[in-house]
C-alpha cells in the first residue's frame, strides 16, 4: 500500500460547481498535512495546511480526519482558473522527508 | 522578491557527462531540499539540507551528490547520468512547514 494515496481523476467540473478530493495516508505517526497545487510544468505552491479543527481559505475548505487516516479539500463554486494538480502532503513527526500523493487532475469547464 | 531560482531550466545531456543543476534561495532559510517528479510517481526527494554543510538522504539519494557551502545555494550533482535520472527536478527552500520550490529544471539523459 503507497503512503499516501489519491485518485488522479480527472475530476472534471463546471464552473461554479463544488467538489471534494479525498487522500489517504497510511503512517498514523503523520502529524503535518498540507495541500499543494501544481499547475501544468509548473512547481507546485502550497495552498493550505491542513489543521486538526479543520480550516478555510476563501472558496477552499481543508479537513483532517485522523481516525480513518485522511485528509480532504473541498472547493466550492469552481473556477476555471482552478484547473490544477492538488498535491497531498504528509509529514511523520520529527521527519524531515515529507510525502507527496501522485496528485489529483481538477479540469473546471464553462 | 523572494523566491527560489534553479538553472539551467531545461538540459539534454548524454549519458556519463557530469552536471551540475544550480539552486539558489534569497529568503535565508536554512532548509533546502531537491526532488525529482516523474509521471505516476510523484514528487520524490532526493537530498535535503538542514543548514551549510548538513546534508542527508532523502528517499532516492542514488547516482546524486549535493554540497551545502553556503546558506542560500545547494547545488544537485550528477557525476555520471544514466537515462533513468530523465526526470524533473525541482529545489525547494522551506520556512516552517511551508516550501517555496523553484520553477524546475527539465533534463534528458540519452
Known amino acids: 500500500r503507497k503512503e499516501v494515496e489519491q485518485d488522479p481523476g480527472p475530476f472534471n467540473v463546471p464552473e461554479g460547481a463544488t467538489v471534494a478530493f479525498n487522500c489517504t495516508y497510511s503512517n498514523s505517526a503523520s502529524q503535518s498535512f498540507f495541500w499543494y497545487r501544481q499547475d501544468c510544468r509548473k512547481e507546485p505552491k502550497l495552498l493550505m495546511s491542513?489543521?486538526?479543527s479543520g480550516n478555510e481559505d476563501g472558496r477552499f475548505t481543508a479537513q483532517l480526519n485522523r481516525a480513518s487516516q485522511y485528509i480532504s479539500l473541498l472547493i466550492r463554486d469552481s473556477k476555471l482558473s482552478d484547473s490544477a494538480t492538488y498535491l497531498c502532503?504528509?509529514?511523520?513527526?520529527?521527519?524531515?522527508?515529507?510525502?507527496f500523493g501522485r496528485g489529483t487532475s481538477l479540469i473546471v469547464h464553462p | 522578491e523572494a523566491q527560489v531560482t534553479q538553472n539551467p531550466r531545461y538540459l539534454i545531456t548524454v549519458t556519463g557527462k557530469k552536471l551540475t543543476v544550480t539552486c539558489s534561495q534569497n529568503m535565508n532559510h536554512e532548509y533546502m531540499s531537491w526532488y525529482r517528479q516523474d509521471p505516476g510517481l510523484g514528487l520524490r526527494q532526493i537530498y535535503y539540507?538542514?543548514?551549510?554543510?548538513?546534508?542527508d538522504k532523502g528517499d532516492v539519494p542514488e547516482g546524486y551528490k549535493v554540497s551545502r557551502k553556503e546558506k542560500r545555494n545547494f547545488p544537485l550533482i550528477l557525476e555520471s547520468p544514466s537515462p533513468n535520472q530523465t526526470s524533473l527536478y525541482f529545489c525547494?527552500?522551506?520556512?516552517?512547514?511551508?516550501?517555496?520550490f523553484g520553477p524546475g529544471t527539465r533534463l534528458t539523459v540519452t
Open positions: 539540507s538542514m543548514n551549510v554543510e548538513v546534508t
Open positions: 491542513v489543521y486538526s
Open positions: 525547494a527552500s522551506r520556512r516552517e512547514d511551508e516550501q517555496y
Open positions: 502532503v504528509v509529514k511523520v513527526g520529527g521527519s524531515y522527508i515529507p510525502t
